[in-house]
């Protein structure tokens, strides 16, 4: 049982645009910043937004997130068939001391 | 380019030990904060445990499930981050990867390719 909450799967077809929820608590997403992470098969977890909405350099801008008060989202626009991986929320968690995960979200791309 | 390259995974029995590494290139390692974030196959993500930088203090946070098993340590002039693996469990059979950064103001924003621990009789 994750801190974070996440839909399991979601989908979409090449060019729609999908989001991913992830939704929390005051002590963790109301109170501080959301990162995604992107894995794809067989490889580590790959760093796509941080500070909520912040792109690291090399992150296309397909990829976008936001937040409004407990919850958090990622949106990726103009999908493509590579962008088929698991998704994932994160953000510190004041109660916990820690940082907190979603289960994160299976994107398939049919 | 930033690489991180765990090493010491294996199989170990319940109540065993185990010490993971994790090494550095490519950026200051002395500067960064050093996390671990396991993963069990097929499942998701948990942090473990986190040091900070010297000049930020040298912090070390762990999550509940391992405090006072384990033990993260780092030699900066080895650029290198351990995790000491004490009294394992079942339940500690996991991928472990080392992830730089602060969650809240960088994100884990770089990772290594992950070790696997199995904790297995």
């Known amino acids: 049982q994750s801190v974070l909450t996440q839909p399991p799967s979601a989908s979409g077809t090449p060019g729609q645009r999908v989001t991913i929820s992830c939704s929390g608590s005051?002590?963790?997403?109301?109170?501080?910043?959301v990162s995604w992470y992107q894995q794809l098969p067989g490889t580590a977890p790959k760093l796509l937004i941080y500070?909520?909405?912040q792109r690291p350099s090399g992150v296309p801008d397909r990829f976008s997130g936001s937040k409004s008060d407990t919850s958090a989202s990622l949106a990726i626009s103009g999908l493509r068939s590579e962008d088929e991986a698991d998704y994932y929320c994160?953000?510190?968690?004041?109660?916990?001391?820690?940082?907190?995960f979603g289960g994160g979200t299976r994107l398939t791309v049919l | 380019e930033v690489l991180l390259a765990e090493s010491g995974g294996g199989l170990v029995k319940p109540g065993g030990s185990l010490r993971l590494s994790c090494t550095g290139s490519?950026?200051?390692?002395?500067?960064?904060?050093m996390n671990w974030v396991r993963q069990t196959p097929g499942k998701g993500l948990e942090w473990v445990g986190r040091?900070?930088?010297?000049?930020?203090?040298?912090?070390?946070e762990y999550a509940a499930p391992v405090k006072d098993r384990f033990t993260v340590s780092r030699d900066d002039l080895r650029n290198t981050v351990y995790l000491q693996m004490n009294s394992l469990r079942f339940e500690d059979t996991a991928f472990y990867y080392c992830?730089?950064?602060?969650?809240?103001?960088?994100?884990?924003?770089?990772w290594g390719q992950g070790t696997l621990v199995t904790v297995s009789s």
């Open positions: 992830a730089t950064g602060s969650i809240s103001i960088t994100g884990f924003d770089f």
């Open positions: 490519g950026f200051t390692f002395s500067n960064a904060w």
């Open positions: 040091i900070k930088s010297k000049p930020d203090g040298g912090t070390i």
């Open positions: 005051s002590s963790n997403i109301g109170s501080n910043y």
């Open positions: 500070r909520n909405n």
């Open positions: 994160a953000a510190w968690d004041d109660r916990l001391s820690g940082p907190v």
